[in-house]
């Protein structure tokens, strides 16, 4: 498998870590990431989940801020880099609207 994927070096990971902890000293946050796959006849692809948090994300008291789903391929999103910075960017968006009183907006 690695083989296969040579693609992902330190380099790529360092630049992951560094875009992750400036969202978080941003934001006053800490950030959860997970990916999952999504797997249909159509669709075989990986939907990235941010969760922006106030406290530690596995303390009982943490309070969620915000949250957004990324669906890899619907984006056209061919890296880790290019997907995380993209669900960033949406999350950056919701805690913007939560801090302006704002409702998320409903998808239609």
């Not at 596995?58 to 949250?67: I, P």
């Amino acid at each position: 498998m690695a083989s296969r994927h040579h693609s992902l070096e330190m380099s790529e990971i360092a630049d992951v870590t560094d875009m992750l902890c400036s969202f978080e000293q941003h934001n006053s946050c800490r950030i959860g990431v997970r990916a999952r796959t999504l797997v249909s006849s159509v669709v075989r692809t990986i939907v990235l989940e941010l969760t922006a948090w106030e406290g530690e994300p596995y303390e009982q008291e943490a309070k969620c801020l915000a949250s957004v789903s990324v669906i890899c391929s619907a984006m056209n999103l061919r890296n880790w880099n290019s997907a995380l910075t993209h669900g960033m960017y949406a999350l950056d968006f919701r805690l913007a609207l939560g801090e302006l009183g704002h409702a998320a907006p409903q998808k239609a």
